[in-house]
């Protein structure tokens, strides 16, 4: 495990934060680079002086992949262990977990996944795109550019069932046809992933749209290859898909296969260029980040400026100074919406190359508002051109 670098006094010179992300289990390659980019983040931030004089100190809890875990631990942070503020989760299963002791003990919790939307709470700032930020422009995308036949396959939790019932309400509003949609738990065997494949070709669709997370997300992408279903005649599209998993599958595997993203390693822009370099001295020259490191290395960026504005850690303070934050990231601007706690940002399209980066092949022309409930969503036809 990596150890953080935090040199934190104890007692009140430090500000203590928690970090819970789980090191192991089926989500363990995502929220490994959460917890990456959150160790950056701290490291950057104790090593300028802390915020006001004073470090950040980490309190570390690996909940292995277990909800209940999640749950009792997030307890555990905010009653013993003198923590108010927690960066963690990945999956909505494990931050709906965990919401209650939020709730109860008015913590506050930073979730950088992108996620499915339609939530809201108090307690939570959501740092990841919801489906006004991504959903929608890969739809509007895979219709142009792909085709309108689309086949839906996720892994069976809350997170692609809902993103799938969005996607197909999007794809059939503007004349596309849904083929089939199907789940896979996640200790599916690879004899089952072989099965859906084999269903998928039966199904002829243009293109599959895929919720499907952590080694089973692998193996299908895999054995999709090996089946000779090579993205040139049938692509894949992804609001998962990252850097570090292309190079665990092999880029070879996934080469022309489309993710919808407000990051990708490859943008040029002078703050990604320094983050990179910043990542890559820490974790390895080798080391690859995507998305999921970057959201979690922005937010305890944001953070920091909100208690620097504070100066407390009290969570209602701590929210109002953050409406005032912002941040110039790897990714592009960002800032906090006071009307939903989620951020704004810029929407982009990748187009996954066989050296395991993406090609940026559209993005928005500004940051998008959030809106989690799709209340004011608009399918704009300007990028179906």
């Known amino acids: 495990m990596t150890a953080i670098h935090s040199a934190a006094a104890p007692g009140n010179e430090a500000w203590r934060v928690g970090i819970l992300y789980s090191r192991s289990g089926v989500t363990a390659v995502t929220e490994s680079e959460h917890f990456f980019g959150t160790v950056l983040a701290i490291e950057e931030i104790n090593a300028r002086g802390g915020v006001r004089g004073r470090l950040l100190d980490p309190v570390v ?97 809350i997170y692609p069932r809902e993103s799938n019932r969005i996607m197909r309400d999007f794809f059939e509003r503007h004349g596309g046809e849904i083929v089939d949609e199907i789940y896979l738990p996640f200790d599916v065997r690879h004899e089952q992933i072989e099965a859906a494949v084999d269903d998928i070709y039966r199904d002829r669709p243009e293109v599959v749209f895929s919720t499907v997370i952590g080694r089973p997300a692998r193996d299908f992408y895999r054995v999709l290859h090996d089946a000779g279903r090579a993205a040139t005649r049938l692509p894949v599209a992804s609001l998962t898909l990252g850097e570090t998993e292309l190079k665990m ?72 100074a953050v409406f005032h934050e912002r941040l110039d990231a790897p990714e592009g601007a960002l800032a906090v919406d006071p009307d939903n706690h989620h951020l704004w940002l810029q929407p982009k399209i990748g187009v996954a190359r066989d050296d395991g980066a993406f090609d940026v092949v559209w993005q928005a022309a500004e940051p998008v508002k959030p809106d989690p409930y799709l209340t004011t969503y608009e399918f704009s036809e300007f990028w179906l051109k």
């Open 61 to 157: 809890f690996d909940p292995q992949g277990d909800l209940g875990a999640y749950r009792r631990l997030a307890g555990q942070m905010l009653s013993r262990e003198g923590v108010n503020v927690i960066f963690g989760c990945s999956t909505s299963s494990s931050r709906k977990a965990v919401l209650p002791e939020l709730e109860r003990k008015n913590g506050l919790l930073w979730y950088c996944s992108l996620y499915e939307g339609f939530e809201y709470s108090p307690n939570i700032i959501y740092t990841g795109a919801v489906p006004n930020q991504n959903s929608l422009q890969l739809a509007a995308y895979l219709l142009r550019n792909c085709g309108k036949r689309m086949y839906l396959i996720g892994s069976d939790y």
């Open 249 to 320: 599958i092999g880029p070879q595997f996934c080469a022309g296969h489309i993710v919808s993203a407000t990051y990708f390693s490859s943008l040029q822009s002078a703050q990604n260029q320094r983050f990179l370099a910043a990542y890559r001295r820490r974790f390895g020259a080798d080391a690859t980040v995507s998305a999921w490191g970057q959201a979690a290395y922005n937010q305890v960026h944001l953070f920091a400026g909100a208690l620097e504005r504070a100066g407390s850690m009290d969570t209602q303070k701590l929210v109002e």
